[in-house]
């Protein structure tokens, strides 16, 4: 009898024959075009690993002998539309209904010492395509039109084991390609493999090649981790092999020293713990916070990384990091800014950054009604993702605190719904609008305009709504003392 694992790349090969039988009837006139002018043609990469885990694809990508201009002319038969916007790279695109597919001719990529991109020199064999992939489990392909099946590197092997191997040694496949070494922490995130011995080693050695990658390839590859179902993982290899010094160095600053008597946590482990949380309170795709949240993620990830700059002993051993919150935010900005994050996300990642402590006044007292106003008009748009960030971020081992933090967080949401449902918090603006207020101090537009709207808005915050002749009174009141 077979053992279990022998058992298993068969068991990957049945799972693979199911998914392939469907992208057949799409694929096999295109096969059958490019064999007619004399070309091969095998689908690569991401689409054959993810048939072998039984996943399926409108997006699909192929190897060719065939040079760009030939392709273009047979891919102008066969689709729908067809682009080439990635003709440098010997790419060229097509759609058919609902199928999008990118065919590459044979190629080699390598980075010159000091370039951040690759020069591009095109091969002549689907062996040696394969061969300067980047991982052996993207270096399988399916011949096409009779769906031969090609694995040079023991590729399935690799998936079936649930490791990370190169198909040529490490060092020359990240040295022809630097970015690799992310791809193999996002890998670790996105498959759950671990990576081999010697990847490792070389993903020790050279991480600071890294650098001459561009920050948004860098950033992209980033995302994909933290959007991926086990980001920890990824993010703990970075770490390990030097990658986070490189690429997000506020992560392993994190990794503070732990005083002999444990008077504070562990910031490092505590983020990565939050992040995992945090993910848990996402939602499904008609809540709040559908999963995967890219801003929770990075802001639950981000949240403490002022901590190493503010922290400070105390006398009587204790520990403190005061105002860790407003510094985190301004180092969280700049650097998602250096990685080429749009303004809406590094915005809103600060954002939650800068607000995930103000929560923990309510337990030390009962906060006025104003005070729950300012917390929702502060989160603004912000608020679902702040509660599912405020509630990650209680990772005491003490039940009771825990408890008693949880059960004070939903006494506040319990305030938020029942004085929005009055008054709603969702916008909350003064009771008089510009005009209005214009009209009973008899003024024209100007700066006074916009300070007796501030006036207002603090009155609706403290007070919550008022009658409008209420608010002309206090208003007149204002511009009387003003005077």
């Not at 995130?189 to 860098?218: C, K, Y």
């Not at 006044?361 to 929702?376: E, L, M, P």
């Not at 006494?411 to 003064?430: F, G, S």
Request: include cysteine; proline fraction near 6%.
């Amino acid at each position: 009898m077979p053992t279990p694992e022998a058992q298993r790349p068969a068991q990957l090969m049945r799972t693979a024959l199911g998914v392939l039988a469907g992208i057949a009837a799409d694929v096999d006139p295109l096969g059958d075009l490019f064999a007619a002018g004399g070309h091969e043609i095998a689908l690569v990469g991401g689409p054959v690993r993810d048939a072998f885990l039984g996943r399926g694809s409108s997006d699909l990508d192929f190897a060719t002998s065939a040079r760009p201009e030939q392709t273009e002319a047979i891919l102008a038969r066969w689709g729908d539309a067809v682009w080439d916007v990635g003709r440098a790279f010997g790419t060229i695109g097509a759609g058919r209904g609902d199928v999008v597919v990118e065919v590459t001719t044979y190629r080699t990529e390598a980075y010159d010492a000091g370039s951040r991109k690759p020069a591009v020199e095109y091969g002549d064999t689907l062996d040696g395509d394969l061969s300067r992939r980047d991982f052996t489990i993207n270096a399988m392909a399916v011949r096409l039109p009779d769906l031969t099946f090609v694995d040079p590197h023991h590729g399935l092997d690799d998936l079936a084991a649930h490791v990370l191997r190169t198909p040529v040694s490490a060092e020359q496949s990240f040295d022809d390609d630097p970015l690799r070494m992310m791809r193999a922490a996002r890998f670790a995130a996105q498959l759950r493999v671990d990576v081999a011995p010697d990847v490792m080693a070389a993903m020790t050695a050279m991480a600071g090649r890294l650098a001459i990658v561009s920050a948004e390839r860098v950033q992209a590859e980033l995302t994909k981790l933290l959007l991926a179902p086990a980001p920890r993982r990824g993010l703990e290899l970075m770490v390990e092999t030097g990658l986070a010094d490189v690429v997000l160095p506020e992560l392993p600053a994190m990794k503070l020293e732990i005083d002999e008597h444990h008077r504070h946590k562990d910031v490092y482990e505590h983020s990565l713990t939050v992040l995992d949380q945090a993910i848990d309170l996402e939602t499904g795709p008609d809540g709040p916070v559908p999963a995967p949240d890219l801003v929770l993620r990075l802001a639950a990830l981000l949240h403490d990384v002022g901590k190493p700059a503010t922290r400070r002993n105390e006398p009587g051993g204790r520990v403190s990091f005061h105002h860790h919150e407003v510094v985190g935010a301004k180092l969280a900005r700049k650097r998602l800014a250096a990685l080429r994050y749009d303004k809406a996300t590094i915005a809103d990642v600060t954002t939650l950054i800068a607000l995930h402590l103000r929560f923990h006044g309510y337990g030390d007292g009962a906060w006025t009604d104003s005070a729950v106003r300012r917390y929702v008009t502060d989160a603004g748009p912000e608020l679902e993702r702040l509660h599912r960030l405020t509630r990650a971020d209680c990772t005491t081992r003490n039940r009771r605190k825990a408890e008693r933090l949880s059960h004070a967080y939903d006494d506040l949401e319990r305030r938020i719904a029942e004085l929005a449902e009055k008054e709603e918090l969702a916008a909350i603006r003064p009771d008089l609008d510009g005009a209005a207020i214009m009209a009973t101090l008899g003024i024209g537009p100007g700066p006074v305009v916009g300070e007796a709207y501030r006036f207002l808005l603090e009155l609706r915050m403290e007070r919550g709504p008022v009658e409008p002749d209420v608010a002309r009174a206090e208003l007149l009141a204002w511009w009387a003392a003003r005077e």
